[in-house]
């Protein structure tokens, strides 16, 4: 370790986040590789090291011969003055090489938030923002992530984004790279070649143009990019890397658990949400090797809790089975069993009985809407009577402690939809009074809102956010109808969901705004204590661009969208029928009840659902 780093240490806050050297992180032999990968995740190392899909992709690329996967976290901002004081760049865990020295830069960027964690990194370790301050082949710098989907906000800073899911896609970039380096191509040469790879999309291959009014013209493929870059997917589950050696933390993370994926995609189509879109089809993974995983798991990291992990977990064919059959092991080893993503819909007697074998950590559901009328617009296929029957099923089984979440600011809503939130809460806890079958501990329910942000690839990626003004007026409105004693009532900050909302639909100028956000001091912009939306708009200002026009503005039909030129399968028209159908409070049956024709079934030879 630097001598430098050995006096500063003591001196942060989690120096743990810091100093590598944990169980099962990966060394190698710097003279054996002919590639360095630096992996980055702009967010702090207790985020990071809780996200499975980073974990993933550095099992998969540390596969291969020849390449070495660091990982490399944002600083804390006690940290980074620090780094920045002492002139020390940021650098990998694994080997604690500098940034600088590596040849190939690569984010995960799952929330726009943390863009300007992007700029602050790459800053950090000397290496210009802007992609044409680096002509040459090396440091060649990438993203992946489910904010890729629009990457224009970033156009100007990276080289290449990867669209999809990365355990394929990833390793053919990097084998194409290290042949550029073999064979001495230059960096344009380089970018053209890997446009031609499914799911690599090029920004300075496309020409943007605008109209007048501030909205996109036209959008152009220059030297043989695809006019349309589809995203990857990876077909069997079953054939998967999955990360059952994996790095157990020095210090505590948000996520201290062994997580098994149970499947990927989602078969319901609640229209507000990207990812039930973007990561169409679903492919489950097979139950006797999950238990497998969970169990080599749990043996080689030693920790007491495995969660079952996908967007709805209780949507797994085999559920009931799969707990039946990880039951045992865990009883045996003092193995706590969770399931975090579970819908009113179809949480059972069954299902409780099971995870009455763990502690009985509060349960939480997602209704979204405080109004039949709203959860069928918003395609949410879950009723009040659900919800009902899902609460007498938990009190009755010994639960005391139940979380509710749902959104303001829903295309549709109305003050009636939004009381309809604290009748919902009352009804609860008139529930909880008639079926709790234990009083002696008293009850909590937690009622969380959040502003709902349009997101591309969405049935609402035309819709405008509401006004920040009427936000907050819906807020207070709630806040006066939460009567109840044994309600706890939380609402998400204002400010960072009206910048969430600009960047998840920008267009590619916003790279200055960006950039100048950053000159401004923003970075780690996904934690309150960090955000400052005052310095943002004195970027918005500075570089003459409204953000309303990113965040408030109603789209129309024919406008071209800043990702038009990317494809997640799901058609365009096919988005826009849902659209519709919000607007008339219809909801569509779920992917297992009947296909509604999306578009996605070509990945999978025109069958998505198997279950």
Known sequence: MDKRLERILPRVQKPARYVGGEYNAVMKDRAAVDTRFAFCFPDTYEIGMSNLGYRILYGVLNEMPGVWCERVFAPWTDMEEELREHQIPLYAL?????????????????????????????????????????PGLTPLVIAGGTAMYNAEPVADFIDLALIGEGE??????????????????????????????????????????YQ????????TPLDGAPEKVYKRVVHDMDKSYY?????????????????????????????????????????????????????????????????????????YPELVELCDDLAPFCGQNHVNLSLPSLRADNFSMELMQRLQKGRKAGLTFAPEAGTQRLRDAINKNVTEEDL????????????????????????????????????????????????????????????????????????FQWEGQI??????????????????????????????????????????????????????????????DCFDLNRWMEAFQVCGLDPEFYACRQRGKEEVLPWSMISCYVSSSYLWKQRELAYQSMPTPDCRTQCSGCGASIVEGGECYRG
């Not at 890997?194 to 020409?207: D, F, K, N, R």
């Open 94 to 134: 694994e080997s604690g090489d500098p940034v600088g020295a590596f040849d190939i830069i690569a984010f995960s960027i799952g929330y726009e938030m943390a863009y300007t964690a992007m700029l602050n990194m790459l800053d950090l370790s000397g290496i210009p923002i802007r992609s044409e301050d680096r």
């Open 168 to 209: 394929e896609l990833l390793p053919e970039v990097v084998e194409l790279y290290r042949r550029a380096k073999r064979e001495d191509w230059d960096k344009p040469r380089f970018l053209r070649a890997a446009a031609q790879i499914q799911g690599v999309y090029v920004p300075s291959l496309y020409e943007v143009t």
């Open 212 to 219: 007048p009014d501030g909205t996109i013209q036209s959008i």
């Open 243 to 315: 990360p059952a050696k994996t790095i157990v933390p020095s210090t505590e993370i948000v996520h201290d658990r062994v997580t098994l994926e149970v499947f990927r995609g989602c078969i319901r189509g609640c229209r507000f949400c990207q990812a039930g879109y973007v990561y169409r089809p679903v492919r489950c993974r097979g139950k006797n090797q999950l238990v497998q995983y969970g169990e080599e798991a749990i043996r080689d990291s030693g920790y007491q809790e495995m969660t079952l992990s996908s967007l709805s977990t209780s949507d």
């Open 388 to 459: 009902t029957e899902t609460l007498k099923t938990a009190f009755s089984g010994g639960w005391n402690a139940v979380k509710l979440y749902f959104m303001l600011g829903l295309p549709t809503e109305t003050d009636e939809d939004v009381l309809g939130i604290a009748e919902m809460a009352k009804h609860a806890v008139h529930t909880w009074r008639e079926h709790a079958s234990n009083k002696n501990r008293g009850l909590r329910i937690t009622v969380s809102t959040s502003w709902f942000v349009p997101k591309p690839f969405t049935a």
């Open 467 to 528: 006004s920040r003004e009427e936000y907050e007026r819906r807020v207070k409105l709630l806040r006066g109808a939460m009567t109840a004693k044994a309600v706890t009532y939380n609402w998400h900050d204002g400010d960072t969901s009206f910048l969430e909302a600009v960047l998840a639909r920008g267009d590619r100028r916003l790279g200055r705004v960006l950039e100048e956000a950053f000159r401004r001091g923003a970075k780690l912009d996904a934690w309150s």
